[in-house]
């Protein structure tokens, strides 16, 4: 017989693998959409997700994929819930999921502040050459959370995925 | 609906109308880059209305959703201001305008932030960073054809003179507002209006473009419903497709 704290842990690692439809080699987990994981007296679980951007129109297949994945992983009911508060921030983003996107050819955000001094972004590393003399080209990208660039060494355009805080 | 519906409703329309705006520019800006640009603002905005219009309806309590509330509502029914309805214009009078708006939009939302009312909170705490974004991307392009060549500055300020007389309406507070915002809920729209001319004129002077001056001011009413010729065609491009097909999804 397993206990509540086994079911909440294979309910969240079945949640946690959920990829993020648009950056597929990121885990909601990795990217900080992944909020909580909880099983009710009745069994169900509850997952509580939230959204990057207000309009990100990933979210209802993340819902979707979040759903299955803990269906699969042998929860008949499942409850998807989507908090607002608090706001989604990149400082979220865990270290293996900015490795996954550097491998991926998007330049990460600026790691989590700590407290103390701000670190000064002098510039953003090109994804492909590891170069520094990269421009900025749109503040704007494929999606609501990624901006494009231009390496002036390799010469590569790359999409960055933006610092929000 | 209550008070605190229709305010929801107040902030969801001037979104989601401007939202429809930013999406005709898509295939029609001046640059690849800048379709691009303005539909991930649409997208944002119309993110936050799909929250405001969704609480909206929870508040009301008649069963309303955000589509319905979108799509099955008529002019008269909706409470945006005429700035965000007015057709767009060339691109120096959609700059303008959402110079004029993220502005604005933005005091509004870090007030909100700490509003009594928790998802009102929620939702400003969320979208105050996205509009931060969007100010920023307006004020380059002001300052970047205010202080470009004669013609774009002759148009850049033909812009700013089109949409500055719609400016007064997003400062006018009445009764319903003032009522919230003495419980904590709204915030006080007339005492946003010194900070939003501080970071207007500043970018206006900088861009070398003149505040205008002794332009008409149009009588206003978007929040009660009234509102300007642009706004029946909008809603018939907007709606005509939900309404041609009740319940269709994707």
Not at chain 1, 25 to 52: C, F, H, Q, S, Y
Not at chain 2, 26 to 31: C, G
Not at chain 2, 38 to 61: C, F, H, K, P, W
Not at chain 2, 188 to 201: C, E, K, N, T
Request: include cysteine.
């Amino acid at each position: 017989m397993t206990s509540v704290h086994d079911d909440v842990a294979a309910a969240r690692s079945a949640a946690a693998a959920v990829l993020d439809p648009e950056v597929p080699v990121l885990t909601i987990a990795d990217l900080g959409v992944l909020r909580d994981v909880t099983v009710e007296a009745d069994g169900t679980v509850v997952v509580t997700i939230t959204p990057t951007y207000s309009g990100c129109p990933a979210m209802d297949t993340i819902r979707t994929d979040v759903a299955e994945a803990v269906r699969r992983a042998g929860f008949p009911a499942v409850e998807v819930r989507t908090a607002l508060a608090p706001a989604w921030t990149t400082d979220w983003m865990t270290e293996a999921g900015r490795e996954a996107l550097a491998a991926y050819g998007i330049a990460p955000p600026p790691a989590a502040r700590a407290t103390g001094p701000v670190p000064v972004a002098l510039s953003v590393r090109c994804p492909q050459c590891g170069s520094a003399r990269t421009r900025e080209l749109s503040r704007f990208g494929s999606t609501a959370c990624k901006s494009m660039w231009v390496c002036a060494v390799c010469r590569e355009p790359f999409d960055h995925f933006k610092a929000h805080r | 609906m209550t008070p605190l519906a229709t305010y929801a409703l107040r902030l969801g329309d001037d979104a989601l109308v401007l939202s429809h705006r930013l999406g005709e520019w898509v295939t029609n800006a001046p640059q690849l880059e800048e379709d691009v640009a303005l539909g991930n603002i649409a997208l944002d905005l119309l993110g936050q209305a799909r929250s405001l219009l969704t609480y909206a309806g929870q508040v009301e309590g008649e069963g309303r959703d955000e589509d319905d509330l979108a799509y099955l509502r008529d002019e008269r029914d909706f409470c945006n201001v005429h700035l965000v309805e007015l057709a767009n214009g060339d691109f120096a009078v959609s700059m303008a305008r959402q110079l004029v708006f993220s502005t604005y939009q933005l005091a509004l939302y870090e007030q909100l932030q700490s509003s009594t009312d928790e998802t009102l909170a929620a939702v400003a705490a969320k979208a105050v960073k996205e509009v931060d974004y969007h100010r920023d991307h307006a004020t380059q392009w002001v300052l970047r054809l205010g202080d470009g060549t004669d013609e774009s500055h002759g148009r850049m300020q033909a812009g700013l003179d089109r949409v500055w007389p719609y400016v007064g309406e997003l400062f006018t507070t009445d009764g319903l507002e003032q009522a919230l915002v003495a419980e904590g809920v709204a915030a006080d729209s007339s005492a946003l209006r010194p900070g939003w001319d501080g970071y207007v004129d500043a970018v206006l002077a900088e861009a070398t473009l003149d505040r205008p001056e002794g332009l008409r001011t149009p009588p206003g009413g978007g929040r009660r419903g009234v509102h300007t010729e642009a706004m029946g065609y909008l809603l018939a491009e907007m709606q005509s497709l939900h309404r041609a097909h009740p319940g269709a999804s994707w």
